[in-house]
T-cell receptor, first 111, second 112 residues
């Protein structure tokens, strides 16, 4: 069974610092990995999708890397802003078209 | 605008009543999903459907039922058999293959 872990559950950083969020998964047989953002009481917004054949994806201040062999992905957010405060979830897509989610990293960016 | 709509945003029910949550998408996606989110837990898959008139149980299907009569719609019924129905329910859809999954805004169900 695929297990996805995100540690720490919560973190705070001063505005302007780079954010580094980690995601680990137990089964390297994945189709892709997706990072999401969730604001309180809202649905999930897709940030980045990395296919299993890719090593990284970038969008603006966001960069996500994928190392399938070690079962890890890292989301970097450059020059964090208070508006980046949210919960970030990673999910891996399994062979049956299903996603397995981590519990998320709750981020607070302190002005 | 393309997207996924869920209604209502908040739903209150008495224990012992069945309740149906709506999910509609106009993205022309084949696959649709229902998740449940509880505080401190990740999203857990309830049911999913990869094509009209077909659906499969997810990890926590007990006490729930679904139908998929139209491509655009995937309603979820929370039955009285569900022991802890109070939660945040999220609907999602995706095209076939290794593509992104898109989420609706969610329905918060409270059962007292």
């Amino acid at each position: 069974k695929q297990e996805v872990t995100q540690i720490p559950a919560a973190l705070s950083v001063p505005e302007g610092e780079n954010l580094v969020l980690n995601c680990s998964f137990t089964d390297s047989a994945i189709y892709n990995l997706q990072w999401f953002r969730q604001d309180p009481g809202k649905g999930l917004t897709s940030l980045l999708l990395i296919q299993s054949s890719q090593r990284e994806q970038t969008s603006g201040r966001l960069n996500a890397s994928l190392d399938k062999s070690s079962g890890r992905s890292t989301l970097y957010i450059a020059a964090s802003q208070p508006g980046d405060s949210a919960t970030y979830l990673c999910a891996v897509k399994r062979g049956n078209n299903r996603l397995a989610f981590g519990k998320g990293n709750q981020v607070v960016v302190i002005p | 605008d393309g997207g996924i709509t869920q209604s209502p945003k908040y739903l209150f029910r008495k224990e012992g009543q069945n309740v149906t949550l709506s999910c509609e998408q106009n993205l022309n996606h084949d696959a649709m999903y229902w998740y449940r989110q509880d505080p401190g837990q990740g999203l857990r898959l309830i049911y999913y459907s990869q094509i009209v008139n077909d659906f499969q149980k997810g990890d926590i299907a007990e006490g729930y039922s679904v139908s998929r009569e139209k491509k655009e719609s995937f309603p979820l019924t929370v039955t009285s058999a569900q022991k802890n129905p109070t939660a945040f329910y999220l609907c999602a859809s995706s095209p076939p293959g290794p593509y992104e999954q898109y989420f609706g805004p969610g329905t918060r169900l409270t059962v007292t």
